[in-house]
C-alpha cells in the first residue's frame, strides 16, 4: 500500500566532520553495514520497494553502495568472502532504487519537496537513516504501516525524552486517543525545556500523505532559513491530519558521536551472536 520510501541523504553531517568531509554521513558503518542499509532494510520489511533517495555533492558512494561492482563480485566469486555480499546483493537485484538531487542545502522540507519527482502522488514513507532504528517486534516503520491503514492520514514516530534534552527535537502538542497514538494539533522545533508542549519528540520515521508536497511549496523559509518539514506538518495537524505514534523499539541517534558508539556497541553484541 506504500510502496516508496524516501530517504533525504544531502545534509553536510557537520556533527561528523572530518570523517564526513569526502563520505556521506548515511555511509557510516554500525559494524559492517552503512547506516543507509539499515534504512533501507526497515523500509522492505514495512512493505515498500522502491527507495528514493536524495543526494547531494559529494554523494556518490550511496549509488555506488545500491549497485553492482563487477570488479569485486569477480574477484570474490567462488570464495570463502562471498556470503559477505549477500545481503547487499538481494537489495541490489530485487528493489528500485531512484535518486535526485537537491542541489542547495535548504533544509529537511526542501529535501522532501525536491523528492516530489521521484514519489509522484502517492502516500510514501521517510527515513533519515541516521536515526537507527531496531523496532520490538517489527520494524517501526512496519508498526507505522500498519497505523496508517487505520487512519489514513500523516504520523511521525515519537519518543519520550527528558526535559533537559527537549530543545534537540521537534515536539508535538498532542491528545492520546488510544495507547501509544495521538492526535497532534500543533508542533514546535526545538523548543526551550519551558516552551516545549509536551515531552514527545519526533524522530526521523515518517508516513506522508502528498498533500505535503503543495503544502511544502507554500512553506516559508523558518528557523535558520531553511524550509522546515515540521511548519508543513503543522499545517497538516490543523485539520487534525497527523498522528504522533510512540513506536516500540530503540532508536539511536547516529548522527552524534555519542550515540553512533551506543549504536555500535549495541549491534555489535547482536554480531557477535550471530
Ligand atoms: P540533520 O539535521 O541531521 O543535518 O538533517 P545534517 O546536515 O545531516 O547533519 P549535521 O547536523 O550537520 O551534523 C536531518 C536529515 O535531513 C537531511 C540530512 O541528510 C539528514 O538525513 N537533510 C537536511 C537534507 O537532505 N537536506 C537538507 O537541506 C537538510
Redesign the pocket.
Known amino acids: 500500500m506504500i510502496r516508496k520510501c524516501l530517504f533525504?541523504?544531502?545534509?553536510?553531517?557537520?556533527?561528523?566532520l572530518p570523517a564526513t568531509k569526502a563520505i556521506p554521513?548515511?555511509m557510516l558503518p554500525i559494524v559492517n553495514k552503512p547506516l543507509i542499509q539499515y534504512g533501507v532494510e526497515e523500509a522492505i520489511e514495512a512493505g515498500m520497494d522502491t527507495m528514493a533517495i536524495?543526494t547531494?555533492r559529494g554523494k556518490r558512494a550511496i549509488e555506488d553502495h545500491f549497485d553492482i561492482s563487477y570488479e569485486l563480485e569477480h574477484q570474490i566469486k567462488g570464495t570463502s568472502k562471498e556470503h559477505l555480499l549477500h545481503d547487499i546483493r538481494a537489495l541490489v537485484e530485487n528493489y528500485t532504487f531512484t535518486y535526485t538531487r537537491?542541489k542547495e542545502?535548504?533544509?529537511?522540507g526542501?529535501?522532501v519537496l525536491v523528492g516530489q519527482t521521484l514519489i509522484g502522488s502517492e502516500p510514501f514513507a521517510v527515513v533519515?537513516?541516521?536515526d537507527l532504528c531496531e523496532g520490538e517486534g517489527k520494524g517501526v516503520l512496519a508498526q507505522m504501516v500498519e497505523l496508517y491503514k487505520k487512519f489514513r492520514c500523516s504520523i511521525v514516530a515519537v519518543m519520550e525524552v527528558p526535559k533537559e534534552k527537549i530543545s534537540k527535537y521537534g515536539v508535538v502538542s498532542a491528545k492520546e486517543i488510544e495507547e501509544g497514538v495521538y492526535m497532534v494539533s500543533d508542533m514546535v522545533e526545538k523548543p526551550s525545556p519551558k516552551e516545549a508542549p509536551s515531552n514527545l519528540a519526533v524522530i526521523?520515521r515518517y508516513i506522508l500523505t502528498p498533500d505535503i508536497f503543495e503544502i511544502l511549496e507554500r512553506t516559508e523559509p523558518g528557523a535558520g532559513g531553511?524550509i522546515q518539514l515540521t511548519d508543513a506538518l503543522k499545517e497538516q495537524a490543523k485539520n487534525n491530519m497527523v498522528i504522533a505514534y510512540r513506536f516500540k523499539g530503540k532508536r539511536f541517534d547516529c548522527?552524534s558521536v555519542e550515540g553512533f558508539v551506543e549504536a555500535t556497541n549495541y549491534f555489535y553484541e547482536k554480531f557477535k551472536a550471530k
Do not use: N
Open positions: 533525504p541523504a544531502a545534509g553536510y553531517g557537520t556533527r561528523f554521513k548515511e536524495i547531494g537537491q542545502m535548504k533544509g529537511l526542501h529535501a533519515l537513516a541516521d526521523g531553511e548522527g
